[in-house]
């Protein structure tokens, strides 16, 4: 059975993943906090798109631009003056709508040829008694509709004590334009070549008129974006350098999601079409993702032209260009731009790490999260908490592993329902300490120093001596495969207690 949204957003509130924000306040529309678990595996992400994509490339550097910016920035970026949806509103009850998409619900009708009876219709669909299409309000049924406004989709602040048009400034609606505001400052200071690109990770808001899917739009969020610097005069391999770069994101983007845990057949690419690309976009793709609500966006990647960086030029009165040193020559670079949402990405990975599997006539949940993503790695587990002895071993071995690994303690229940919990959650490794590991000092038998490893995806065991556990965890940690890891360095157990 497909995984609905429900099972998920249970998933995630009983086990600390996330939560409704101020929910003892009854909740604020789409906001969603981050739980014990959710943030480390909201890191995760963060880390490993930082790493892959800053740190280990040689035509990468990183930025951390402020929240607030000047309030020019977002007339030179056009945000100010079209970043909006036309509006309309109820006169009765005060709903607002987006007015190409009001039609688009089922509509509340007080039918004249029925006294006035009060009916629900299908989206789009006439009154079956008087043959009426919608006019009023789809939800009350009763008002009157304000013609369509612009409703601009970013936040307004005020900077400073005064609340005065001049202190205006607005929360960012995207991380981008911290990046083409500090073009210059970068290119100086890290004396770069093109091509090369700058990546930022960081919050942005916007007022969504109609949030919701969970996490998958919300008014505030958090962004991982590139914008990729080409030197449009510039042709690698007989194409010209902004092409063959936008192709070369796409596949990287599409292997990195891929890399970290979504299976290919869940992920597709999507060029817009000519109508839908913005003014200045010579092309855009999207990658989709097959989300519980089909099949929607889960990141863009898009070619900006030098349309940003003219922009801000123009407007700020700098000059944003780059002297091409073989030419002899200034050139606005063209930007690729690479943006993905990490609420939507962290969503991907959920939903595409969640099975539901028969064990032994059970079902157990289990997500099958990367080992990098995973927020904790290591779970160790006490078979008999009575027994003292093996309680310190445990926390001994937590101890050890902790500094390196995220590692929790738990012995809330039996050592069944323990594994399972950790499967819930995606835990890749499970460490046991039972009465052959400690040995039983009233009847003088000595314990044999060696714990039990658990693979969370073949649930198969092996069992290793305490010291040999680190090197053993270094190996599985670091991308060796279970079977191999298994084979070389531990004594196999069969699966039957697990
Ligand atoms: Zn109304
Ligand atoms: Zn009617």
Redo the contacts with the bound molecule.
């Keep these: 059975m497909p995984l609905s949204m429900d099972t998920l957003v249970s998933l995630c509130k009983r086990r600390g993943f996330i939560f409704q924000s101020s929910e003892i306040y009854g909740g604020t529309g789409s906001c969603w906090d981050y739980g014990p678990l959710g943030v480390e595996l909201k890191n995760n992400i963060k880390r490993v798109w930082w790493r892959d994509f800053v740190q280990g490339r040689a035509d990468m550097v990183g930025l951390d631009a402020s929240i607030l910016m000047h309030a020019a920035v977002w007339k030179a970026s056009g945000h100010v003056d079209h970043f909006t949806d036309p509006m309309v509103d109820c006169r009765e009850c005060r709903r607002r709508f987006r007015a190409d998409t009001v039609d688009e619900t089922p509509w509340v009708?007080y039918?004249?040829?029925t006294k006035g009876n009060k009916f629900t219709i299908p989206a789009g669909e006439p009154?079956s008694?008087?043959g009426?299409r919608r006019t009023l309000c789809p939800d009350c049924g009763k008002g009157e509709l304000t013609l369509p406004r612009q409703f601009n989709l970013m936040f307004r602040t005020f900077m400073g004590p005064v609340e005065e048009a001049a202190a205006v400034t607005y929360l960012r609606p995207e991380t981008a334009q911290g990046i083409f505001v500090n073009f210059d400052n970068v290119l100086q200071s890290t004396r770069r070549k093109l091509p090369f690109g700058v990546a930022q990770i960081g919050k942005a808001f916007r007022n969504e008129i109609t949030p919701g899917n969970f996490i998958f739009r919300t008014r505030e969020f958090e962004q991982m974006e590139i914008e990729y610097f080409v030197n449009p005069r510039d042709s690698v391999a007989g194409r010209p350098a902004d092409e063959h770069w936008h192709e070369r994101w796409i596949e990287d983007c599409l292997g990195w999601f891929q890399r970290y845990g979504l299976q290919a057949e869940n992920l597709r690419l999507r060029e817009h079409e000519k109508a839908e690309l913005a003014h200045y976009a010579k092309r855009t793709a999207d990658i989709e993702y097959r989300f519980p609500i089909g099949w929607s966006e889960l990141m863009g990647i898009a070619n900006r032209t030098d349309f940003d960086l003219k922009q801000h030029a123009k407007w700020s009165g700098k000059t944003l260009t780059y002297f091409d040193e073989e030419r002899k020559e200034h050139v606005v670079p063209y930007v690729i731009e690479p943006s993905a949402g990490v609420d939507r990405a962290l969503l991907a990975f959920l939903v595409d790490a969640y099975r539901e599997e028969e064990v032994r006539g059970e079902t157990r949940v289990v997500l099958r999260l990367h080992p990098e993503l995973a927020p904790i790695k290591i779970a160790v587990l006490p078979l008999l908490k009575k027994r003292e002895e093996i309680v310190r071993t445990c926390h001994a071995i937590r101890d050890e592993l902790a500094p390196r690994w995220p590692a929790a303690y738990d012995d809330t229940a039996a050592i069944g329902r323990l594994y399972r919990r950790q499967d819930e959650v995606g835990t890749p490794f499970c460490v046991t300490v039972d009465v052959q590991t400690v040995g039983d000092s009233d009847k003088g038998e000595a314990g044999d120093g060696q714990a039990t490893i658990r693979d969370r995806d073949s649930m198969q065991q092996i069992r290793v001596p305490i010291g040999a556990l680190t090197p053993v965890f270094a190996r599985l940690l670091g991308g060796e495969p279970w079977g191999s890891v298994a084979d070389r360095f531990g004594a196999p157990r069969p699966a039957a207690s697990g």
């Design positions: 009708h039918c004249a040829a009154c008694h008087c009426l």
